[in-house]
């Protein structure tokens, strides 16, 4: 049972930074490769407040919100200007230089040694010390995210996004603040994602920078990817198949050194899959968009 709470855990740390990635990747069509970051500086910020001063978890999160929040307005502010590969281009360098921060500013971070000894995270006094109770945590706070994010796609700042996503151009004209739609999705995905974070420190009690490589971008845009774009219940169906894949091929009885292989074919043939079978389908989102003030936020 513990194993089965372990992975369910995990389920739901991946679903929240899916589904947070979602928001920038799918409805306004930027790929980011920062978005491990994000969730390493959720983790760091929460375990260097707990460690250092004893903060309750609740605060921990609002400071972790807060700092990916300025970092990601910051981020976009630059990416905003660019497009396509060059926006790609700029997340995949701030990716780097976040992973490079916690592995070389040993005087806070303790470097490639990492943060330990983070202590069981309490709400409002009880400290959550069985799996149970961690798991109902995690489950609110992916539900919560899942609100969040499903009201936001619903809204009208969700059809504008969606609609930039297919014609940036043409968006554009229709009297959008296009660059202000991009810098507020990135920021809300950014801080969303610091969330996942903040969970995996309490949960895993040790941190390092390994946790929050390139490579972890690219599995959660992969997680994206195969459960679709703009489909948040697909995020979480992936997620979960993803989370569970080494599992399943553990318990088949796979050696370890061939099921990390196979991990790595499977991943790319499911998403060989998936963009194979997507057909755009250009100017749906504009349909009812000829008197946009009604459908979209003003720029």
Avoid at 46 to 61: E, K, S
Avoid at 99 to 113: A, D, E, F, H, R
Avoid at 126 to 138: D, N, Q, Y
Avoid at 274 to 297: A, L, Q
Wanted: one cysteine or more; proline letters at 3%.
């Amino acid at each position: 049972m513990e194993y089965i709470l372990h992975l369910l855990i995990l389920i739901c740390i991946y679903s929240i930074l899916s589904q947070s990635l979602s928001l920038v990747a799918g409805y306004s069509g930027q790929i980011s490769l920062a978005h491990a970051g994000f969730y390493g500086i959720g983790a760091y910020a929460a375990a260097l407040m707990a460690v250092n001063f004893g903060t309750p978890a609740i605060l921990n999160l609002i400071i972790a919100l807060l700092i990916s929040g300025i970092i990601a307005f910051i981020v976009a502010k630059v990416a905003v200007k660019t497009v396509d590969d060059y926006y790609v281009v700029i997340t995949l360098g701030i990716q780097v230089v976040i992973y490079s921060i916690m592995n070389n500013w040993q005087s806070v971070t303790n470097g490639p040694l990492g943060i330990s000894g983070i202590p069981t995270i309490s709400l409002f006094g009880v400290p959550l010390e069985s799996k149970w109770a961690f798991l109902a945590l995690s489950s609110v706070l992916t539900a919560l995210v899942w609100f969040i994010l499903h009201n936001i796609t619903k809204s009208p700042f969700g059809r504008l996004l969606r609609a930039l996503s297919e014609d940036e151009i043409y968006t554009d004209s229709l009297g959008k603040n296009v660059g202000q739609a991009k810098v507020v999705s990135f920021v809300i995905s950014g801080m969303l994602a610091s969330i996942a974070g903040v969970l995996y420190a309490y949960y895993i009690s040790y941190i390092d920078p390994t946790s929050f490589t390139l490579d972890e971008s690219i599995f959660i845009l992969s997680i994206v990817i195969i459960g679709g774009m703009r489909n948040l219940r697909g995020v979480f169906l992936a997620a979960v198949f993803l989370v569970l894949l080494p599992e399943i091929l553990r318990f088949v009885g796979m050696p370890s050194s061939i099921a990390a292989n196979m991990r790595q074919i499977i991943y790319g043939i499911a998403l060989i899959i998936v963009v194979s079978r997507k057909k755009k389908k250009p100017g749906i989102v504009f349909k009812n968009m000829d008197n946009c003030e009604d459908n979209c936020t003003k720029g």
